[in-house]
């Protein structure tokens, strides 16, 4: 079971670009990285996930460099709104039968300010 | 849209109650999950279940059980309630076949339950 480990707290600025990385080194070859965020007084929500090389969509994008150790999520232009927990998940294709990638650790609080 | 429903947002017991907490999801999920978070541990799995009347221990099950009669609905059992079991709980469902979710394993969160064992 691949253990991620991630920063405990970031804070950064209204405007900018926030990079939360994390580190993977034990990741298995059909191990997906899946980033969740979590507001305040509710549950986690998915915000991406990848195998290789880079992935976008309309909330972040994720880059996973060729040897999968480490991945990074890229928040663009956060706000004050972009407060909260984020949670790196690694783990295989099926969750069926067993609970690997269920490993939600501490995650990482980012703090926007004005 | 996926909803994951828990019963009730806050709960107050008493030591040696026994306490249900209900979850229920609306997509068809075959994999339902309970967690607990506690400030500076983050989230841990209690029980699992991929399937009805499944289940699975995870990382903390001592001092609970589950119940899965239907495939939407996962109960946590608190037996006998103990103060360090005052937490927040939260309940998720994920499909199991990958190819039925737009990412492998998405776990679908509810807005959880706070409960407080006095």
């Known amino acids: 079971l691949a253990k991620t480990t991630q920063p405990i707290s970031m804070d950064s600025y209204e405007g900018q670009e926030v990079n939360i990385t994390c580190s993977h080194n034990?990741?298995?070859?059909?191990?997906?990285i899946t980033w969740y965020q979590q507001f305040p007084s509710q549950g986690p929500r998915f915000i991406i996930q990848?195998?290789?090389t880079k992935v976008t969509n309309e909330v972040a994008s994720l880059f996973i460099p060729a040897d999968r150790k480490s991945s990074t999520l890229s928040l663009p232009r956060v706000s004050l709104s972009d407060t909260a927990v984020y949670y790196c998940l690694v783990g295989p294709e099926r969750a069926g039968g067993g609970a690997d990638g269920l490993t939600f650790g501490k995650g990482t609080h980012l703090i926007i300010q004005p | 849209d996926v909803k994951v429903t828990q019963s009730s947002r806050y709960l107050v017991k008493r030591t040696g109650e026994k306490v249900f907490l209900e979850c229920v999801q609306d997509m068809d999920h075959e994999n339902m999950f309970w967690y607990r978070q506690d400030p500076g541990l983050g989230l841990r799995l209690i029980y699992f279940?991929?399937?009805?009347?499944?289940?699975e221990k995870g990382d903390i099950p001592e001092g609970y059980s589950v119940s899965r009669e239907k495939k939407e609905r996962f109960s946590l059992i608190l037996e006998s309630a103990s103060t360090n079991q005052t937490s927040m709980y939260l309940c998720a469902s994920s499909f199991s076949d990958p190819s039925r979710s737009l990412a492998k394993n998405i776990q679908y969160f509810g807005a959880g339950t706070r409960l407080s064992v006095l």
């Open positions: 990848g195998y290789k």
């Open positions: 279940s991929y399937d009805v009347k499944m289940k």
């Open positions: 034990n990741i298995a070859t059909n191990d997906y």
